[in-house]
C-alpha cells in the first residue's frame, strides 16, 4: 500500500517537473549555441585588431606609414563584412530560439496561445 502511493506520488512529480526540466535543457542548449557564436565573434574581432597592431608596430618610416595608412579601407571593409556577418548570425540564432522556445510551449501547453499579441491598455482619462 504505500509502496503504491509513495510511486503514485513519485509519478505525479516526475510528470509535474517533466516539462520544467525539458525547458531548461532547450534553453541551456540555446545559451550555449549563442555563447559560442559570441566566441567565434570574438576570436575573429581580436585576430584583426591584434593584426592591426603588429602593422603599426612594425612601421619605420614615412614610407611604411603610407602603407598602413592606404590598407585600412580594406580593413575597414573587412571589418564591415564581418559585422553584417554577425548581425545575420545573431539575428538567425535569436529566431531560432524565438521558434523553438515557441513550438515547445505549444507543444507542451496547447491550450495557451502563443502566437496571440498581447492587448495593448488603454489609457483612462
Known amino acids: 500500500m504505500w ?9 505525479q512529480g516526475r510528470s509535474f517537473y517533466q516539462p520544467v526540466v ?7 542548449r540555446q545559451a550555449e549555441k549563442l ?12 585576430a584583426l585588431g591584434l593584426k592591426q597592431l603588429q602593422a ?9 606609414l603610407k602603407s598602413l595608412a592606404s590598407q ?3 580593413v575597414l571593409q573587412t571589418l564591415q563584412a ?6 545575420s548570425k545573431f539575428g538567425a540564432l535569436i529566431e531560432e530560439n524565438r521558434k523553438e522556445i ?3 510551449v505549444a507543444e507542451r501547453f496547447p491550450v495557451a496561445d502563443v502566437t496571440a499579441k498581447p492587448a495593448k491598455a488603454s489609457k483612462a482619462a
Open 22 to 28: 525539458e525547458f531548461n535543457q532547450l534553453v541551456l
Open 102 to 104: 515557441t513550438g515547445f
Open 82 to 87: 564581418r559585422v553584417s556577418e554577425d548581425a
Open 35 to 46: 555563447g559560442q557564436a559570441q566566441l567565434e565573434s570574438f576570436n575573429a574581432y581580436a
Open 56 to 64: 603599426a608596430a612594425k612601421v619605420a618610416d614615412a614610407e611604411q
Open 3 to 11: 509502496n503504491n502511493l509513495f510511486n503514485s506520488i513519485n509519478e
Open 72 to 74: 585600412q579601407l580594406e
